[in-house]
């Protein structure tokens, strides 16, 4: 059975950085994609970035250049660095992992930036 734990969301200023973590197990975590959703109140979950097994990366327009999605796969840990936040980025952040044709979410993570 996938799980998926993410952590290291928080309160930050306008203009910080966090740095979210997301812990695979029950899954073979080098051959899948994996992504990033968030999910802010009143709106609709969206993609963020998304990463192949291959290691191709794909990031939603409102956050290319701040954002870097990545993967360890020595700790089955993916990650997502974001950086310059503003308050346009408070969400609950989920990433989830495609394995044999199923889709797998984690709990979420809360992104808390203020002005």
């Known amino acids: 059975q996938v799980q998926l734990v993410e952590s290291g969301g928080g309160l930050v200023q306008a203009g910080g950085s966090l740095r979210l973590s997301c812990a695979a197990s029950?899954?073979?975590?080098?051959?899948?994609?994996m992504a990033w959703y968030r999910q802010a109140p009143g709106k609709q979950r969206e993609l963020v970035a998304s990463i192949t097994s291959r290691g191709t990366t794909n990031y939603a327009e409102s956050v290319k250049g701040r954002f870097t999605i990545s993967r360890d796969t020595a700790k089955n840990t993916l990650y997502l660095q974001m950086n310059s936040l503003s308050s346009e980025d408070t969400a609950v952040y989920y990433c989830n992992m495609l394995h044999l044709s199923k889709l797998y979410w984690g709990q979420g993570t809360q992104v808390t930036v203020s002005s």
């Open positions: 029950g899954g073979i975590f080098s051959s899948n994609a």
